[in-house]
Each structure stands twice: as structure tokens, then as C-alpha cells.
């Protein structure tokens, strides 16, 4: 079990795959993103996109996926309060793999909650080719496994 | 059809009504976030989050659906660069009604690209009280009704 302790600042680490198939793509987009570029290859081919794209979200979903799988339930996660940066670099078309890298940008302890602990990480979602096509920077809590302790 | 020239600097529209369903809050997870506070009563409910609660990442879909409902659909947008602030606020517990406030920060037109142009967004999800329960800045690209026209 991964806690707070566990977590070093620019410690990096690559996990997963995961194939982005054209009926998820389809189904994610008709639930929650129902514009054209995401349901419609004709509509999608005529745009910068040059085709069926996964949603922006529907690839945060994946890369939630790919950190649960890697990492998180594997640790005593205690939730985000949010995310500082999301971009979006590159069209995912059906059929691309997609991995996930993690970096720890910082480590802090919390003042009020002297129980848990902050990690920031800078995750990227790579293709096959080892491609960026989306980074998400933010913060998730952990559980300590010494609440008491304090490092001089 | 909303153009870029159709959104404007302090301009605040509320829109929409969304019922976040248990089953839909265990489905969402199981496929994207399956940690065991969006999955397992008890599990929830010993954490500080009260019970059970929808992943931030369903919350960011369910936010997506009610502005494709609420103007995106009815727009010429053309996608989005990302995001600039994602922020968890309260809990999100099965039967909770939500709606989408959006506010324009900022509207710009591209250099590089005068066929389109960007508008900044501040996004809050509401609760049936009027609470906050996540905010997200994000920027969105929108076709121009005149590429090639510049305001003096």
C-alpha cells in the first residue's frame, strides 16, 4: 500500500495500455460530449481534427483509468481537490494505444490534516510512438502512514 | 449559429438540469475511476466525503453535456486547447440535480488562425441551492462570423 511517504519528488514512471476503440469513442461522445467531431467521421474529417477524435474528457477518463490501474488503488487515495492544467496536444483517432507517464513535481505535508498529504504530478498520455497527446498537471491526497511525523 | 463576435466580456448565463443517478455515478466509475468512494456505500461513507460520490472526472462530463446543450450545440466551435483550472468543491451524492453556470472571462482573436477565435470561460456546476460543487476556466475556439474583419 503506497502512502504520502512513498511519493519523491521527480521520480518518474511509465504504466498501462489502453486501446481507444471507435465505439467508445462514439459512446462516451453521445453521453457527454455530443458534437460532431466526436460522433461523425464525415463531420470529423473536414476539420484540423482530420477525423474521428476522442473527447478531450473522455481522455482524462482514460487517463484516470490508466493512474487507478497503475497506482492509486494500489494506495491510500483520499481524492483531488482539483487539477492546475489540462491540455489537450494532439486528435486520439480510433485504434491508438494510449499509456500514461507520471512525474512527482512536489510533495508537501498539510498543516490542517496532519493525516494526509499532497502530491503533485505532472501526468502525459503517450501513443504508441511515444507522443504526447495530453498532460494534466494536479494534485491528489494521501493517506500518511505516519501522521505524527514530522522529517526535521 | 454562435460565432466568436456573438460572445462577450461579463456575459453570465445559467442553463440545464442534470440528475446525477446512482447507477449512472457506479457505471462512470467502473469504467474510469473505479476507486472504492465512486463504487461502495460503506467504503464512502468512513471517508470525509459522507458517501458515496461521483468520480471529478464525471463531474467534468456531466459539466460538458450541459454546455453542448447549452450553446455549444447551437455553435460553431471548433474545440478546445485545454484547461486552465479544475477545482473539486463539495461532494457529489446520488439524486443531486445540477446546472451549469458560464461566465466569459475573455474573448481574443487568433493571429495565426483569423478564421477563428477564443473565448475564456469561467464554468460552475451548481447544485439545487445554488452551491458550487466544481468550477473549471477552460478556453474554447469558435469559428468567426467575418475571418477576415478586425475591429478598429
Known amino acids: 500500500m503506497l502512502f504520502w511517504e ?27 460530449d455530443p458534437l460532431p467531431i466526436h460522433l461523425d467521421d464525415a463531420a470529423a474529417g473536414a476539420t484540423r481534427l482530420g477525423g474521428l477524435s476522442a473527447s478531450g ?31 489537450f496536444l494532439r486528435p486520439v483517432h480510433p485504434g491508438t494505444v494510449l499509456s500514461l507517464r507520471r512525474k512527482v513535481l512536489e510533495t508537501r505535508s498539510s498543516k490542517s490534516r496532519p493525516e494526509m498529504g499532497l502530491v503533485k504530478f505532472h501526468f502525459e498520455l503517450l501513443d504508441a510512438a511515444g507522443e504526447v497527446v495530453a498532460e494534466i498537471v494536479g494534485t491528489i491526497l494521501f493517506g500518511r502512514r505516519n501522521p505524527g511525523f514530522r522529517p526535521a
Chains 1, 2 share one sequence.
Open 57 to 87: 474528457w473522455h481522455l482524462c477518463g482514460i487517463f484516470m483509468r490508466l493512474a487507478v490501474d497503475g497506482f492509486l488503488a494500489g494506495s491510500d487515495c483520499l481524492g483531488s481537490p482539483g487539477l492546475d492544467e489540462v491540455r
Open 6 to 32: 512513498d511519493f519523491h519528488e521527480g521520480h518518474v514512471a511509465t504504466s498501462g495500455r489502453y486501446v481507444v476503440g471507435r465505439e467508445e469513442i462514439v459512446g462516451f461522445a453521445r453521453e457527454y
